[in-house]
């Protein structure tokens, strides 16, 4: 059997908040608990968005709170560069094969065009409305015509078949045909979009197990058809539910979430993040302090609630007071 192999992923745009630890934790301790091995990757790709200090933050965060990797920016391995800005030629290399079978079309559409999309149908709810395919069929003579005056965004075509795949958590998922329509996989700016990175990364990292926010499971469609497109084995997926606040919506600034820098700085230790985390994602039965390594053994992705977490503010208040 091959080993288990799994990420984290962080995206260096903001700083590590608490939402984003739980995550990472949990995938850390899902590759530990089969005694896999843990990649670290960046994704920087969308480099406007994107600072090296909150990269290195990033690492330092994870660090501290307990986590290690085998391999990952700063320690090297065999995959390396392990931080997308650094690996656009592969990107570049993907993109050509799909190109080469025809799967990708130049979309002109300005960004009016497509915010007047209002509620198009089959729309993945995190991924925003359906493109309805305006410039899937534009003639060789009306794309050279449009190229004259806009740099074009690339599209996959999305096959019209239905989509299904069992998530590890969140169990059986059915998309019907077309789901989310045509989706972008190279930006008019020329960068490289987060499906076709995650996929291209993931597959030649030799990913086998990808956990992640439920926010991203809408993604995995998309992704699913991009490893098929390639012609590359797809990993398992595990969504795990999100931490929200009372109103229901994801735990946010709004709400107090704390960054783990600044947990750090008011002196809270790793170890009461960590009871606090697991015991918010049903791998304690109250928050106690505990280190990383002591969950690993009682670890087990079916303890993960399958409903979103509600954290009330006396819960939150609790991560930093006594
Ligand atoms: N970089 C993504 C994020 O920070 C995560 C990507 C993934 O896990 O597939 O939201």
Redesign the pocket.
């Known amino acids: 059997m091959t080993r288990m192999r799994g990420?984290?992923?962080?995206?260096p745009s903001g700083l590590m908040h608490i939402g984003?630890a739980r995550?990472a934790l949990l995938a850390w301790l899902h590759v530990r608990s089969e005694d896999g091995q843990f990649v670290l990757r960046m994704?920087d790709i969308d480099t406007p968005r994107c600072k090296p200090e909150l990269a290195e933050q990033a690492l330092a965060d994870l660090r501290w709170l307990g986590l290690d990797w085998d391999e990952g920016p700063n320690v090297g391995g065999p995959f390396a560069p392990y931080v997308q800005s650094e690996r656009i030629p592969m990107y570049e290399e993907a993109l050509h094969r799909l190109e080469q079978d025809g799967r990708l079309y130049p979309c002109y559409c300005s960004r009016a065009e497509l915010m007047a999309i209002a509620s198009a149908p089959h729309g993945l709810g995190s991924e925003g409305p359906a493109y309805p395919g305006t410039c899937r069929s534009l003639t060789r003579e009306e794309q050279a015509r449009r190229a004259e005056t806009k740099m074009p965004s690339l599209r996959f075509r999305v096959p019209d078949e239905a989509m299904s795949f069992v998530d590890l958590t969140a169990g059986e998922q059915r998309f019907p045909p077309g789901s989310g329509g045509d989706f972008v996989v190279r930006r008019a700016d020329g960068i490289i979009s987060?499906q076709l990175a995650?996929v291209a990364d993931?597959a030649a990292m030799g990913i086998t197990d990808?956990l992640?926010?439920y926010?991203?499971l809408d993604?995995t469609p998309r992704?699913l058809m991009l490893y098929e497109a390639l012609g590359l084995p797809a990993p398992r997926f595990a969504h795990v539910p999100l931490l929200n606040g009372t109103d229901g919506k994801r735990l946010a600034k709004r709400h107090g979430a704390i960054s783990l820098a600044g947990l750090r700085q008011a002196g809270v230790a790793p170890e009461r993040i960590v009871g606090w985390l697991a015991a918010m994602s049903g791998l304690l039965d109250r928050p106690e302090p505990v280190s990383t390594k002591e969950l690993i053994r009682a670890f087990r992705l079916d303890l993960i609630p399958k409903e979103p977490v509600v954290v009330t503010d006396e819960q939150l208040a609790a991560l930093t007071h006594n």
Do not use: C, I, K, M
Not at 7 to 11: E, I, V
């Open positions: 990420r984290f992923a962080p995206t984003n995550t994704e987060y995650v993931d990808v992640r926010g926010d991203l993604s992704q």
